[in-house]
T-cell receptor, first 116, second 112 residues
């Protein structure tokens, strides 16, 4: 089992460009999450999906959109990247459904995004 | 007041000693608490969770919860250089819509 996988590992964008971060899990989990991690800020939830077909906003959703493509995959899209979105992005999953916020979460390796 | 607070460190502990990491939280009604370990450049991984007051032991790790004082701590006995990492405390906040809030993490260095 690969667990939670994310692509790409690194990305550099110019202000205004768009991109999609991909996440997939092979643990048959129902709930999936997107976080960002900034120095001194801890992990902050962007969006989550309690089950296939549902998505909900987290603490910092502005500037992002998500798609729960199927049970395995949950993508994060930046429509018009801004320097403030420079961060490390983590995808996570939990058994669920509706596992947030009490389920144990399993994290992917992260995507380091720089917006110039 | 931050919902979950940790001393960012760095905390330096000699090899073989006990490392003590602390976390305080603001929501008196919180019931679920997690400790994650994050190596530099890697993703967080769960070490322990605790729901009840008192101590919970797992190998060299002990989580301690004191709901009256609103703090949760993680003790690492017989610290090893491989324990050098950032430790994240996470608390389920139930005021308003329930959410999982992470502290900013404490960077721990074990010195050989």
């Amino acid at each position: 089992n690969a667990g939670v996988t994310q692509t790409p590992k690194f990305q550099v964008l110019k202000t205004g460009q768009s991109m999609t971060l991909q996440c997939a899990q092979d643990m048959n989990h129902n709930s999936m999450y997107w976080y960002r991690q900034d120095p001194g800020m801890g992990l902050r939830l962007i969006y989550y999906s309690a089950s296939e077909g549902t998505t909900d906003k987290g603490e910092v959703p502005n500037g992002y959109n998500v798609s729960r493509l199927n049970k395995r995959e949950f993508s994060l899209r930046l429509e018009s990247a801004a320097p403030s979105q420079t961060s490390v992005y983590f995808c996570a999953s939990s058994e669920g459904p509706g596992g947030y916020p009490t389920d144990t979460q399993y994290f992917g390796p992260g995507t380091r995004l720089t917006v110039l | 007041q931050k919902e979950v607070e940790q001393n960012s460190g760095p905390l330096s502990v000699p090899e073989g000693a006990i490392a003590s990491l602390n976390c305080t939280y603001s929501d008196r009604g919180s019931q679920s608490f997690f400790w994650y370990r994050q190596y530099s450049g890697k993703s967080p991984e769960l070490i322990m969770f605790i729901y009840s007051n008192g101590d919970k032991e797992d190998g060299r790790f002990t989580a301690q919860l004191n709901k009256a004082s609103q703090y949760v701590s993680l003790l690492i006995r017989d610290s090893q250089p491989s324990d050098s990492a950032t430790y994240l405390c996470a608390v389920v906040i139930i005021q308003g819509a329930q959410k999982l809030v992470f502290g900013q993490g404490t960077r721990l260095t074990i010195n050989p």
